[in-house]
């Protein structure tokens, strides 16, 4: 038996208040054979009296620094990171159609090895920020299937050391892809996850029409129900107001009972849509059950772009849907890609652009924050029976350069461990040479 005895964390526990290093006592972590055992304070002492030894177990002190579920990126892809200088992919428009447009026109050449060695170093950089589970989406319509195959080649090479779910995307279109044979992207959906992705998407905002994008959402959701797969649809990802497809993408989750295996990423259009529709939709939201994920950089660069002042934000109603009791986490999205220049994966960087934009800076939200990237995150993952720092679940954790989540969003702190199943990933020791006592 493999046996860690991990010393001195402070846990993340989000209670409003929690803002001092000495609020609350260190606390121990035993990890045995890779799965939690027992989290308290005066572990040795307590398990001593019951007669456990630990005399043999590695004990690692994390001193006093904030110890917190890893990080979950609930909206990437992969398949697209760092093809923004690639001949004819430079988006001068900086809009969302202009990308798919660069998209299009620059994939064919794509091969397997290629899609996964950029991937890679996307992962890498998540993990060394804290990320340990990555949903992303993979490009379908595409009749080799170019980037499903790379990613899902990844995700069981890297299942160890990090967890992946691949949505089955089609990014031009279910209804108006039309493949070099006739496929439609549906049809294209439909082999993705005969292949093993593990949900279905969609984009009906960029079908052609109204009605396509209408039948898209059933489509999406009859073939959830046929492959008992997860759903992660782009959704309404425009400032257009009319763009609707939450609504309908809701109201099928409800039908069919399905609502917490359902995700609308981006919805912007939200953020436009007037008060009194958004006071109406909130019942069915939250009767739904379905999960909101929101991509705070990359929305703010592409919306707005047909506003002159006042100019949107381009982000979904994360504070209004937070306070209804909606479960909303975040996601990176590019890593400069025909959509988005930059993006470095640091998770901190993308909760402070939602708490700005949102408004979201009381000092009970702040408090809090940490949630959307970890509990709600996996939440929308459909983790949760396995992801926590719980006894008996998976020794997955992270220990940030913080002793209070207040610090820790406050500083953009960084990620000094990563431990896995028992198994530390990595560890960063920060510190500052300077002979002058201020800055010490």
Not at 6 to 25: E, K, L, M, V
Not at 273 to 281: I, M, R
Request: aromatic residues 8%.
């Amino acid at each position: 038996m493999t046996t860690t005895l991990f010393t001195n964390a402070h846990i993340a526990t989000g209670n409003p208040g929690s803002t001092a290093a000495d609020t609350a006592p260190l606390q121990d972590i035993l990890v045995e054979d890779g799965v939690f055992t027992a989290i308290g304070p005066n572990l040795t002492a307590k398990l001593a009296a019951q007669g456990k030894d630990l005399n043999g177990a590695e004990v690692v002190n994390l001193g006093g620094k904030l110890v917190c579920p890893p990080f979950c990126d609930t909206h990437l892809h992969l398949d697209y990171v760092f093809t923004a200088r690639k001949p004819g992919a430079v988006n001068e428009t900086g809009t969302l159609f202009e990308g798919i447009q660069r998209w299009s026109e620059t994939k064919s050449d794509l091969t397997v090895e290629e899609v996964k060695e950029r991937a890679k170093i996307g992962i890498k950089k998540e993990m060394l920020h804290g990320v340990q589970f990555i949903r992303s989406h993979a490009d379908v319509t595409d009749p080799n299937l170019t980037s499903l195959k790379a990613l899902l080649e990844l995700k069981e090479e890297l299942k160890d050391t990090v967890t992946i779910q691949i949505v089955s995307f089609p990014q031009e279109g279910m209804y108006s892809y039309e493949g070099p044979h006739g496929e439609s992207g549906a049809d294209l959906v439909e082999e993705g996850l005969k292949m093993g992705a593990d949900c279905v998407g969609g984009i009906p905002h960029f079908e052609q029409c109204r009605e396509f994008g209408e039948r898209s959402m059933h489509t999406v959701v009859e073939l959830a129900s046929k492959y008992g797969r997860l759903i992660d649809v782009h959704c309404d990802e425009t400032d257009d107001p009319n763009s609707r497809y939450v609504e309908l993408l809701s109201a099928l989750a409800y039908k069919t009972g399905i609502g917490p295996k359902v995700t609308a990423s981006h919805t912007c259009s939200l953020g436009s849509a007037d008060n009194a529709y958004f006071f109406h939709l909130t019942k069915l939201l939250k009767a739904a059950h379905i999960n909101f994920a929101c991509a705070p950089t990359e929305n703010l660069y592409l919306q707005g772009r047909q506003d002159t002042f006042p100019k949107r934000r381009g982000i979904t109603r994360v504070k209004e849907l937070t306070e209804a009791g909606v479960n909303v986490s975040l996601g990176q999205d590019s890593m400069q890609d025909p959509w988005y220049p930059v993006g470095n994966g640091n998770m901190m960087l993308i909760l402070d652009y939602v708490l700005h934009l949102a408004q979201m800076m009381s000092f009970e939200e702040i408090d809090d924050a940490l949630k959307f990237l970890t509990v709600n995150g996996a939440t929308t993952l459909g983790l949760r029976d396995s992801y926590g720092l719980e006894a008996g679940k998976p020794a997955n954790f992270i220990v940030l350069d913080a002793s209070s989540v207040f610090d820790a969003v406050y500083e953009r702190c960084s990620v000094l461990r990563s431990v896995r199943g028992g198994r530390t990933l990595f560890t960063r020791h920060e510190s500052v040479d300077t002979p002058l006592d201020l800055l010490r």
